[in-house]
């Protein structure tokens, strides 16, 4: 890949313009350029965002896993206290951030359903 597309993917991954550049194989004052453009950076942006969402589907894939393994640890009598009690600190620490996010995610849903219904109440 080369041009404009390999410069929006380098940028979005958070290389350096010298780096785009490089890639997309123009000089850095042509990616300089190109940043200065609303639609570059829009791809640049929409690009960045299609790849932490993949990032967090890889996350969200191994996550049931890694709970298992906890409760494995946590439940196992052959593993030493501080294993277990590690395991136990591990998702007692998950929960409440994990909570407080699905909960903030509900709210703003509902906010959205609201204002798109016209009752802009909040």
């Known amino acids: 890949m080369k041009g404009r597309p ?7 991954q958070g290389e350096p ?3 785009a550049a490089k890639a997309a194989g123009v000089t850095a004052r042509t990616v300089e350029r190109w940043c200065n453009d609303a639609e570059f950076a829009l791809e640049v942006r929409d690009t960045r965002t299609d790849l932490l969402n993949a ?4 996350l969200a894939a ?4 890694a709970v298992a393994t906890l409760r494995e ?8 206290g501080h294993v ?9 620490d998950a929960l409440l951030p994990l909570r407080e996010s699905l909960d903030l995610e509900q709210r703003l849903a509902a906010i959205e359903a609201a204002q798109q219904e016209g009752g802009d109440r909040w």
């Not at 640890?73 to 030493?80: F, G, I, L, T, Y």
């Open 62 to 65: 191994g996550a049931a896993e």
């Open 55 to 58: 990032a967090v589907g890889q």
């Open 84 to 92: 277990r009690v590690n395991a136990s600190r591990a998702l007692l």
């Open 17 to 19: 313009t010298s780096a």
């Open 73 to 80: 640890a946590m439940r196992d009598p052959k593993q030493p």
């Open 6 to 12: 390999a410069a929006v993917l380098a940028l979005a």
